[in-house]
């Protein structure tokens, strides 16, 4: 594999885009932790800080390691801090003006980080700049596409090499770590990035036979059984059978990219129910996509999806059952599994080019199976293009 | 695997050993949101929270769902929640008044939750009662040990599989992959939890040769290549080869307790000047485990061990190079991989019988390799006793 690096021009872009929206909403600086958020502006995800003003050149401060951060991003003011203390001072030296109004990442800064930051930042009012990144990092460019197409191609081989392994007697577990070891070999990360301090990402979420029909915690059609009440969701220990449904909910991540994919498994053959439901997963898929292009609030995506799901007379599974429905359709995905905009029934996002998302209309007969399909969209000029290169079809093995 | 339940008088112990040091600290009420707190304090992960009063009953809030929860937990008051909004009307009427000081979860309590909750939760003050959470679940009960030696288990059974896999070619992460599934197999979780929004912790800490010599932004000795400028730590794409010193530092859980386990490895030999450092690092750990019992301040043991690193010869190697070298040789470990107490250079925690700690005393020979080992132990009433299981050796496979 070559060495991977963020170009400077996608940096740069990227920067120009926060810096407008900050100058549309007065704020005088951002002052960005997060990791991934880290990376995504500076190129780096060694152990530092972004201080990006509404105007100028931004200044990457280093806890550590300064020798990596220097080769891996393209900032060119790129300082070695030995304490947040030293910040406002590095911030006077260099622009001549500290910010008023800085912005965090409220979202993901806990509560005992940001009060030792208010003691010595020095900005007269904190506001939360999340949704700034976020909706920054949402349009993805021609490149981070070319990423999400490399990813998409791990993960198409990855689906395909579990078609060959997949049989009775495997747990589910072991059978996510057969396909996860095969990823890696071609590059898989392995880690799935998760923003939200409660969530945890993984990429084993197989839920075979009577697991597919376990509802959970997750905000998700099924949680599946997990391994244990410690962790109630995803693969399990429960051993796959012939002739069951196994939902495969695959992660895949490549230089920071992810997909999220989901097709359906049988080992011999699916029982018919479930064969009737997971064609018509498919065929709600398919409507949806008819519909996807610029212009169109995604919230109609949603209601659109629930409408055929009823037409094709599941309204009682779709999205899980009564009282556990799930209110989403997708989601954004990128440097983190899931990212703006989420295809959901209360929002207003309009479909952009460039925005790239995960379409998974999935169902659950409760304490039976699951069934569904995901695949990764990237909203075109015109309509959408598929970056899943996974066939779009019932795994029969 | 047999089902896995936390017994109910774990719970109450826990609860009302977190309630002395609220009294004693004049908190009137705490709620529990982290998902890990939540487990240990209730019995279930399941989406919800605890709210558990100075004195009394705790009330368990649940979101989602509603049935496992109840199956899980041993919690008396379990009340299906539909908005955080409802919680101080339950409260009232379940209590008869309304806490005046509310203590949360500050350490990762993201600051926009924490200003929701503020227009919620009516308390007069909120305060933060991480500590009194962590101090609590830094004393392991006999159960737990139970728990950590079953994960020790499996753990070691893994340690003896890798001798025979490993060989020439395989890249790190390949190898990583290997030796999850085998222990998957066995009930290994695969999700290593970790408390900081800031840390990714991950199983796969494999630095084969020149990658253990790579410093990088984690705070420890060595940080590895990561599988890209996104990842940069851990295992990565580098094949294995013959004759080199392979550090694996493995992460093993099993509902929900972890283990943190450190050998090195090398194919066919290990090169003369790795070999004594990584019996110099068996010294170290040695001589530091000879002072481990009660009422010993963990600094202590952390100064010992850098006298014994020097007297060795390894004074530039030890805890990483000049410059990097980091403050501690061990942490706490259970339901997350890094817990209390930190065994460290500014900590002055006193050990305790129930504590149970990694001992990881590690060198890095920058761009080289990296030399060490690591084991978890348990503090006795007159001693320490090894939880882990897996040889105190070099394995030369």
Redesign the interface.
């Known amino acids: ?1 070559d060495e ?3 170009p400077a021009d996608e940096i740069q872009t990227r920067i120009n885009r926060l810096q407008k929206k900050m100058q549309d909403n007065n704020l005088d600086g951002m002052l960005i ?3 991934v958020d880290l ?1 995504y502006f500076s ?5 530092g800080l972004l201080y990006v003003p509404a105007e100028g050149d931004p200044i990457l401060f280093i ?3 300064m ?2 951060a220097l080769k ?1 991003s393209s900032i060119k003011e790129i300082v070695d801090l030995r304490s947040i203390r030293d910040i406002p001072a590095i911030i006077m030296d260099f622009y001549g003006y500290l910010p008023e109004s800085l912005g ?1 990442e ?7 980080d ?2 030792f930051y208010q003691t010595v930042l020095k900005a007269k009012r904190y506001l ?1 700049g ?1 949704t700034f990144i976020l909706e920054t990092r949402m349009i993805k460019s021609a490149w981070e596409i070319e990423q999400m197409e490399k990813t998409a191609e791990i993960s198409g081989k990855t689906f395909e090499y579990m078609r060959s392994v997949i049989r009775p007697g495997l ?1 589910e ?2 059978l ?3 396909s ?3 990823a ?2 071609l ?5 799935l ?1 998760a923003r939200n ?2 969530t ?1 990402a ?1 990429p ?1 979420h197989i839920l075979s036979g009577k697991n597919g029909g376990m ?3 997750l ?1 998700a059609p099924a ?1 599946g059984a ?7 969701s995803g693969a399990g ?1 429960k051993q796959l059978l012939a002739g069951e449904p196994v939902m495969v909910d695959l992660g895949t ?5 992810h997909t999220d994919e989901t097709r359906m498994f049988a080992i011999g053959n699916m029982p018919d129910r479930a064969m009737k439901a997971c064609q018509a997963s498919i065929e709600i898929h398919d409507k949806v996509l008819e519909h996807v292009k610029p212009g169109v609030v995604v919230s109609e995506l949603f209601n659109l999806s629930v409408s055929e799901a009823g037409a094709l007379g599941y309204a009682r599974e779709y999205l899980g059952p009564e009282g ?1 429905k799930v209110t989403f359709i997708g989601h954004g995905i990128g ?1 983190e599994l899931t990212e703006h905009p989420v295809i959901a029934r209360d929002r207003d996002y309009v479909l952009e080019p460039g925005m790239i998302f995960s379409l998974e209309p999935k169902m659950v007969f409760e304490n039976e199976f699951s069934a569904g399909i995901e695949s990764v969209f990237l909203v075109t000029e015109t309509g959408y293009r598929m970056i899943s290169r996974v066939p779009v079809e019932i795994f029969i093995c």
């Open positions: 594999m991977f690096h963020v932790v997060q990791r990376f190129g780096t995800a060694q152990n806890k550590k390691y020798p990596r891996e965090l409220f979202d993901v800064l806990p509560v005992s940001f009060n939360d999340s747990t577990m072991e996510a770590g057969l996860e070891t095969f890696r070999r590059g898989h990360g392995a880690y990035n301090y409660q945890r993984y084993w509802v959970g915690f905000d949680s997990g391994t244990s009440v410690a962790f109630p220990n991540v490549l230089n920071g990219y556990y440097l």
